[in-house]
């Protein structure tokens, strides 16, 4: 309970401000431009009135009398001399003009109408609209007296108002001066202006022309005194400095009885000034400068945008215990661990309540102090601050160290520095779903970046081009139970979106099993420890002897880290789909086979351990718990890399070098696609080309023409693809999944093939042409953007300006998809952010009302189903069933596609979208 | 207004009058409150079609709603009948 509360807010009103009303809780008028007199002290009914606030410190505020910090500040006003239009109000004015008699000041409606208006406002009010169905109707309203020719009241023919942007109205071309808009809002009756949604007990219309000026407390616009001695002022204080010179010699021409011209120029000067202090950003005017040059910051610029007051300071969190700084990945670290510089470790604390059982541990701890020196070359962790029981917070130093260790008792709290094991939440904007934010273990290493498992990459889409990655210590015991429990990374490998593992093998890894166990390779005992060392496996079994020297098999190697009952049977990436699978006897080595914990034959590539799609680590996650899951990842990361290692890999621009006769074939293929798109559009020329059913003669050619230079690329991909084995680096990747596709490479060595805008052949640019270099009207391949070159061979500055076509639209779709669909995830969280799933299974609002009588219907956890199944069918028969089950498989491939199955297939389709945009990453950095 | 069923109309779920047995024993099992139900307006178009089989249906009543689900097949969910919104 708060002590002496006896007053407590009912409501909280906005409205518009009268003149009057500023001028009353006005504590000086301001009318002077200078600030300080020679002596330094502020003068009198200037900006720096000491009635305004104190911001020195000593000094007592002349209204309050309170000192600096107990001052709240206090408004003056400045006396315009001639009234000045409010940019922030002038649709709301426009909208006043056009829809009030420019005669009697009448709303422009009859009684009828007006009654009507009052009542369907009425009628809202009834069914609990709120403030945007009126603005709704006010709008409504207006619009219909605004089309009156005439006035219904006095029968005045009404003429066109205009704004000339920012604040300059005209009424038939004749311009309105601020006055005479003041002058006709005046007019305006109380009665007339509930229907435009103003209430003319808070707002009449005239005060949205300014007659008098708030100026700010000085505690809003602090000056500051630089080193220098020199007194720098407040952005807004220059404004208003600007305001007060010109309205004095407004006021003097004014009364001096100047000429007209001298007086209005003045005057517009004095609106321009009144403008940009409240908005420096106006469409239509210049910006206000600083003698630098640099535009000042006025009201609306304080308040808007990202660091303005709202996102900055009112909807800004700020937290302690937190660190950022770039990532980098280390295969070496558990899934579920975190590297953390020492410099940082000693920067983030945890603190520890001290306890007979700990008091000695902790002493010591004390005595290393706040950057303890390495033991052996090992990280140390000292304390920062002693909480004592008092409450009082005590820095560590050197010198006070051995005295705070001393006194050290049960009940003190020690903040030390973070250790290895320690429980830190880590996170990744933007956080988009709830793997955006995980649990992990501390390890303090040396560098200065976060580092962490390639496995955890997917969850929070990171890269290491320069990524940067939030952590944040947690400081209570129940937070680091809670975070283990839930949030620990190795209780997210399945995801919830799909039902499938998200935090699997990537890029190099698979590249690394596949390496490790295509074709069952033989490594010696050398190589064999070199993948093996770090790795907490099976035991090794008994060599093969091949002239007399010992070799393992890479299935081998593989089936040590599986779990020792594990059975699967499986297609592996690699897989080319025969129409007849012939199973064991693939020569591909695609058919998986996993008995009693041993990978009896197959490949392991992205099918197997990849993120999104590894089988295996299904099965793993799925049977065997998520701890048996992070040991096979753990195992498999540093295996794979193990393997990659001891085999060696790397790719170059030659591994899509094809030989000169394909090369030639390419181009003849080309050329005779491109011979034969002539041909049609000749015989679409001299109208021999046969119209399609449904379709326009020009409909036909594109149809014919698209499909005729489709089959061209597809056929150079072939050719390039049969000189492309898997012997190739860049082909392996492909087809285990690693990275890239075989449309990737047939692009680089074949042919890029067709570019297209909205799904049609290129057409726009010039009249009737895309670009000069053709002749108007050519329908040919090369004139309507078809590439022929490869991106090895180079394009043609023809052929890239429309590969440049092409790409845009697909950055434009991302860039458009990516704020659409983030703007509707957003509606929709907050839509759902309070539902609950209860006990009994029905889903909750705050209200205890209900939403969903069983949870999605089904009842079923998304992250524990098959890919969105409840029960995976197949899985319990090959338990039950064993080898039989092949044959029941077999029966289910002819099974109809059902819906969890075109689903998951629209998933696939998806995840090779987001890939795709991975390609055009140039979001500056990262 | 047309004498169209809308009710027949693929896309509208199944909709049933709960009678006031029917509507107790489910509230009872669902151990909830009429007022936590999910609400449904006397002047829906579903509603009026079951005002012509059943006669006058009171604010206060529940409909059964039995849809055709992706997942479970076919699902059912129980409707409070409220007050027409004001014209
Ligand atoms: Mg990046
Ligand atoms: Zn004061
Ligand atoms: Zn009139
Ligand atoms: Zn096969």
Known sequence: ?926 | MSDFNVLTHNLIPEHHLMSEDEAQQMLSELNITRDQLPKIRKGDACIKVLERIHGPIEEGRIIRIVRKSDTAESFEVYRLVIKDVKR
């Not at chain 1, 609209?129 to 603005?135: E, M, V």
């Not at chain 1, 630089?226 to 010109?246: A, C, N, P």
């Not at chain 1, 020492?342 to 706040?370: D, S, Y």
């Not at chain 1, 209900?850 to 090959?878: C, F, K, N």
């Open chain 1, 1 to 926: 309970m708060m002590r002496g509360v006896s007053k407590r807010i009912g409501s909280i009103r906005f409205a518009t401000i009268s003149p009057d009303e500023i001028r009353r809780m006005s504590a000086t008028k301001v009318i002077t431009a200078d600030t300080y007199d020679d002596d330094g002290f502020p003068i009198d009914m200037g900006l720096m009135d000491p009635h305004l606030g104190v911001i020195e410190p000593g000094l007592r505020c002349k209204t309050c009398g309170n000192k600096v910090d107990e001052c709240p500040g206090h408004f003056g006003h400045i006396d315009l001399a001639m009234p000045v239009i409010h940019v922030g109000m002038v649709r709301e004015l426009k909208k006043l003009l056009e829809s009030t008699c420019r005669s009697c000041g009448r709303l422009l409606m009859t009684k009828e109408e007006a009654a009507e208006a009052s009542e369907a406002m009425d009628a809202v009010d009834d069914l609990g609209g709120d403030y945007i169905d009126y603005r709704l109707m006010a709008r409504a309203a207006a619009r219909g007296a605004s089309k009156k020719e005439f006035c219904p009241h006095c029968g005045q023919p009404q003429e066109k108002i205009t704004l000339d942007k920012p604040t300059t109205f005209r009424e038939g071309g004749h311009k309105l001066t601020p006055k005479e808009v003041r002058e006709r809002l005046e007019r305006i009756p109380d009665e007339d202006l509930p229907p435009l949604g103003i209430n003319p007990e808070t707002c009449r219309p005239e005060w949205m022309v300014l007659t008098a000026l708030a100026v700010p407390p000085v505690t809003v616009r602090p000056s500051i005194t630089l080193e220098s001695g020199d007194r720098s002022e407040d952005d807004l204080t220059h404004k208003m400095v600007d305001v007060l010179r010109i309205n004095q010699r407004l006021r003097e021409n004014r009364d001096a009885g100047a000429p007209q011209l001298i007086v209005e120029d003045l005057w517009e000067l004095l609106q321009y000034h009144v403008t940009t202090y409240f908005d420096n950003q106006t469409s239509g005017i210049p910006p206000a400068r600083h003698r630098s040059g640099r535009p000042l910051k006025t009201l609306v610029q304080r308040l808007k945008g990202k660091e303005g007051r709202f996102r900055s300071n009112l909807s800004g969190k700020r937290v302690n215990f937190s660190a950022r700084t770039v990532i980098s990945p280390d295969p070496t670290l558990s899934i579920n661990e975190v590297g953390v510089p020492f410099e940082a470790a000693r920067e983030l604390t945890v603190p520890v309540h001290v306890t007979p059982g700990n008091v000695e541990n902790l002493r010591q701890m004390i005595l290393n102090g706040n950057t303890p020196e390495f033991r052996d070359g090992k990280y140390v962790p000292g304390v920062n601050y002693v909480i004592r029981t008092d409450g009082r917070r005590v820095r560590i130093t050197d010198r006070n160290s051995e005295l705070i260790s001393e006194s050290l008792e049960p009940g003190y709290v020690v903040e030390r520095h973070l250790m290895d094991n320690d429980v830190v939440l880590f996170n990744r904007q933007p956080s988009l779903h709830r793997m955006s934010m995980m649990a992990h273990t501390v390890r303090v290493m040396p560098a200065k970046t976060f580092r962490f498992n390639l496995c955890v990459c997917p969850p929070y889409n990171a890269d290491f081009d320069g990524d940067e990655m939030n952590l944040h210590v947690l400081q209570s015991d129940e937070a680091r139970a809670e975070a283990l429990i839930l949030m620990r990374v190795q209780e997210h490998i399945m995801s919830p979106r799909f039902g499938g593992p998200i935090i699997g093998a990537i890029h190099d890894h698979i590249t690394g099993t596949y390496l490790l166990t295509h074709q069952n390779p033989l490594f010696t005992k050398q190589q064999v420890l070199d993948v093996l060392t770090n790795i907490n496996h099976r035991p090794l079994p008994e060599p093969h002897i091949i002239d007399g020297k010992e070799y393992w098999g890479g299935h081998e190697l593989f089936s040590l880290i599986l779990p020792e009952d594990l059975r699967m049977t499986f297609k592996a990436s690699i897989c080319q789909n025969c129409p007849t699978c012939k199973k064991e006897d693939c020569e591909l080595d695609a058919f998986v086979k996993v008995r009693h914990g041993i990978l009896v034959q197959g490949t392991i590539d992205e099918k197997g351990v990849g993120s999104f799609k590894g089988k295996i680590l299904d099965k793993i996650t799925r049977d065997y718990g998520s701890e048996k899951a992070r040991e096979f990842l753990d195992n498999v990361t540093k295996m794979a890399i193990g393997a990659i290692m001891v085999k060696g890999f790397t790719t170059g621009i030659d591994d899509e070098d094809i030989p000169a006769e394909a090369t030639a074939q390419i181009n003849d293929a080309l050329s005779d696609a491109i011979k034969k798109v002539s041909d049609l559009v000749a015989a679409y020329h001299e109208g021999i080309l046969e119209q399609m059913p449904g379709r326009t003669l020009d409909e036909t050619l594109e149809v014919e023409v698209m499909k005729v230079l489709g089959r061209a690329r597809d056929e150079a991909g072939q050719i390039a693809g049969r000189h492309l084995g898997m012997d190739n680096s860049a082909v392996i990747m492909a087809r285990s999944g690693a990275r890239g596709s075989m449309l990737n490479l047939s692009q680089m060595a074949g042919c890029i093939g067709q570019q297209a805008v909205r799904g049609e052949r290129l057409s726009r640019g010039y009249w009737n042409r895309t670009l000069p270099h053709f002749r108007k009207g050519d329908l040919g391949a090369e004139a309507k953007g078809f590439v022929k070159n490869s991106y090895k061979s180079g394009l043609t500055p023809t052929e890239f300006f429309f590969h440049a076509m092409g790409g845009r639209e697909g950055l434009v779709d991302t860039a458009v998809r990516t704020s659409r669909s983030g703007y509707m995830q957003r509606r929709l969280i907050s839509a759902l952010e309070d539902l609950k799933l209860k006990q009994d299974g029905t889903v909750r609002n705050t209200a205890d009302t209900i939403i969903q009588i069983h949870y999605g219907e089904d009842g079923i956890d998304p992250t524990r189903s098959v890919s969105g199944d409840a029960v995976d069918v197949d899985d319990v028969l090959s338990e039950v069933l064993g080898d039989e089950a092949d044959l029941l498989t077999r029966i289910g491939e002819t099974r109809q596609v059902g819906y969890a199955t075109v689903e998951k297939d629209l998933m696939e389709t998806m995840e090779e979208e987001e890939f795709e945009e991975l390609d055009y990453d140039m979001g500056g950095d990262d």
